[in-house]
Every structure is written in structure tokens, then in C-alpha cells.
């Protein structure tokens, strides 16, 4: 397993369109978080899975955002109607049992023109 | 409102000399876990270093040494004999950990960070 991967990279979409971004975390591990970090800040918590159960939602996570874990593998997070506000780092991250042993993938950088 | 404040944007720091990154943090929870992380430009986030709350015993991993004092609820990061690679974006984050329940999410709040540049 070579890590927490993220797709795609990079994102350029128009203001209004649709986009969803992929986490595959390591394969043993069963929690999952997505975070958003904007230019120069420190990434804030978006939300939580535990397998495939979404168990925390941050209140940064809009109606406009949706985030699943199928059977507690791969995460997608979607964003509706983006708007130039939602332009960020989207990062991901899984670990085992505790947050002892985090490990963050490299992100998908959006911007919304 | 648990939060982690890093009160120093940005540091420079000669090749091979030391230089100490500070956090606060502040909780009421008893239970936790503190990280310094790094974040290289446009790469990926790194873990330097991490410490439990309930160890008295500061934590060191090579030239990563902190100085944790749970009382002042203060964390900072020693980084000795500085190298070139070094140069990132370092921050610092706090966990809580709860031995029973669900409420252990593991969820990290972190601090705004320090933009660290070693000079040759």
C-alpha cells in the first residue's frame, strides 16, 4: 500500500458547475476525515467516516456538499453549485484505530473561476 | 471552544542552528494527543512528531525534540541543527482521545502555522 491517494491533483471549474474529488485511504484503515485548508491556513476539519458510516459534519460543510464511503473503502466528497469561496486544498486523511497514526494524502487543489 | 494558536507566522533560521516553533492550545479535556506536522510547498502533509497528554516525558524523534508543559497549556517544537530540507510550513494540532464512547472521532483542530525558512 503506498499511502492515502487523492484524485484528481488539481481542479479548475466554473463557478456553478458540479465537482467531486476522490480519497482512497489505506486499505486497513477504518476511519477517514476530509479537511479544507485555504491559502496560508491550517486545514479545517470538514467531516468524519467511521467505515462507511459518516459520523461527523462540520458546520464548513454546506448544504452544497455531500460526502460518501461505499462500503468503507474510497470517500467522494462533492461540492454543487460551487462558488469562489469553496477555492481550497481538499485534503484527506485515514487512520487505524486511534489518530495515532494519521496519514494525509496530497490533496486536490480546486479553483472555481 | 478547543483551539491551537501559533503565534508566529513566519521564522528564519541559519543552517545548522536550532530554532523552537511555539503553540498553544487550549481545552478542556484531559485526554489528548499534540502533533507538529509539516507541510512542504505543494507537497503533502508530514508527521514530525507527537506527543500524549498523559506522559510527562517530552518526546523526541532525532533533531525533533518539544517542550510540552500541560499546565500552560504550551507546545513547542525544537528543530536542531537545521537542514536545507527543513524549510516547510510546520503545524500544530490537537486531538482529544476518549477511552470509552463513540465520541473518540479523532478529528484534528489545527493551528494557523509558521512558515519556517532555513538559510544556507
Known amino acids: 500500500d503506498t499511502g492515502v491517494s487523492q484524485d484528481p491533483r488539481h481542479k479548475i471549474t466554473k463557478r456553478g458547475q458540479n465537482v467531486t474529488f476522490r480519497c482512497d485511504p489505506i486499505?486497513?484503515?477504518?476511519?477517514l476525515y476530509w479537511y479544507r485548508q485555504t491559502l496560508g491556513q491550517g486545514p479545517e476539519f470538514l467531516t468524519y467516516?467511521?467505515?462507511?458510516?459518516?459520523?461527523?459534519k462540520s458546520r464548513l460543510l454546506s448544504d452544497r456538499f455531500s460526502a460518501e464511503r461505499p462500503k468503507g473503502s474510497f470517500s467522494t466528497l462533492e461540492i454543487q453549485r460551487t462558488e469562489q469561496g469553496d477555492s481550497a486544498m481538499y485534503l484527506c486523511?485515514?487512520?487505524?484505530?486511534?489518530?495515532?497514526?494519521?496519514?494525509f494524502g496530497s490533496g486536490t487543489r480546486l479553483t472555481v473561476v | 471552544a478547543q483551539t491551537v494558536t501559533q503565534s508566529q507566522p513566519e521564522m528564519s533560521v541559519q543552517e545548522a542552528e536550532t530554532v523552537t516553533l511555539s503553540c498553544t492550545y487550549d481545552?478542556?479535556?484531559?485526554?489528548?494527543?499534540l502533533f507538529w506536522y509539516k507541510q512542504p510547498p505543494s507537497r503533502q502533509m508530514i508527521l514530525v512528531i507527537r506527543?500524549?497528554?498523559?506522559?510527562?516525558q517530552n518526546a523526541t524523534e532525532n533533531r525533533f525534540s518539544v517542550n510540552f508543559q500541560k499546565a500552560a497549556k504550551s507546545f513547542s517544537l525544537k528543530i536542531s541543527d537545521s537542514q536545507l530540507g527543513d524549510t516547510a510550513m510546520y503545524f500544530c494540532a490537537f486531538t482529544t482521545f476518549h477511552y470509552y464512547g463513540s465520541s473518540n472521532t479523532g478529528k484534528l483542530i489545527f493551528g494557523q502555522g509558521t512558515t519556517l525558512q532555513v538559510k544556507p
Open positions: 486499505s486497513e484503515h477504518n476511519r
Open positions: 481545552t478542556s479535556e484531559n485526554n489528548y494527543y
Open positions: 467516516f467511521q467505515n462507511e458510516a459518516q459520523l461527523e
Open positions: 506527543q500524549e497528554a498523559y506522559k510527562q
Open positions: 486523511a485515514s487512520s487505524g484505530y486511534s489518530a495515532y497514526g494519521y496519514t
